[in-house]
């Protein structure tokens, strides 16, 4: 069936604050360490992995695990006053859950090593230059902004296009298409189309 998935956060302020410090500061041992990092790239890689387009919403910052969060989605729509950054290096850790590898497939890898090796915490409208953000909106809008593109993309086709663009042969798109093809719901749209 047609759907879409959106991730945002539940406040303002945030959109996923990352780890909570306090609780985080508990594990003190390698095996510890490795197995919440696999705990936490596997949610990453389900986010990623979803049938059908994934929207993380920015609403409010994304920093360190929430901008892990943030690019495992498949496209990302930000409020005009959100910051996002790869910040884990100020706490002299790297990000483990997916994050780095996804950012350099966005942003590339010399990029991707600046910022998550610097940490730098970058403005949406910067965020969008480098090609970590897909969408900036003004804040007054974005709730609707949102909500109306996962409307758009809630449709058959979309999951089908997000298989291709993920790594699909050709002849895998060809076969997509053909099984479209032949839906009754393309032959409405094109009866909808022909008939204006």
């Known amino acids: 069936g047609a759907q879409a998935l959106v991730i945002t956060g539940g406040g303002d302020r945030a959109f996923v604050s990352g780890g909570d410090l306090k609780e985080l500061s508990a594990l003190r041992t390698v095996e510890e360490a490795a197995a919440m990092a696999r705990r936490m790239r596997t949610i990453c890689d389900r986010i990623a992995n979803f049938p059908a387009p994934v929207i993380a919403a920015l609403n409010g910052h994304a920093l360190g695990g929430g901008a892990e969060v943030a690019v495992a989605a498949d496209i990302r729509v930000a409020a005009d006053d959100i910051r996002i950054g790869f910040n884990q290096v100020s706490l002299e850790i790297m990000p483990a859950w997916g994050g780095a590898e996804r950012l350099a497939a966005l942003v590339g890898k010399g990029r991707a090593l600046m910022l998550a090796g610097s940490g730098t915490i970058l403005g949406a409208a910067e965020a969008h230059q480098f090609g970590l953000i897909d969408k900036v909106v003004p804040r007054s809008s974005f709730a609707d ?17 997000k298989r291709v663009i993920a790594g699909g042969t050709a002849e895998q798109a060809i076969d997509a298409f053909a099984a479209l093809w032949v839906s009754d719901e393309h032959w409405d749209a094109a009866d909808h189309v022909m008939n204006r």
């Open 145 to 161: 902004e949102w909500r109306s593109l996962a409307v758009s993309l809630a449709n058959r086709p979309a999951g089908d296009i």
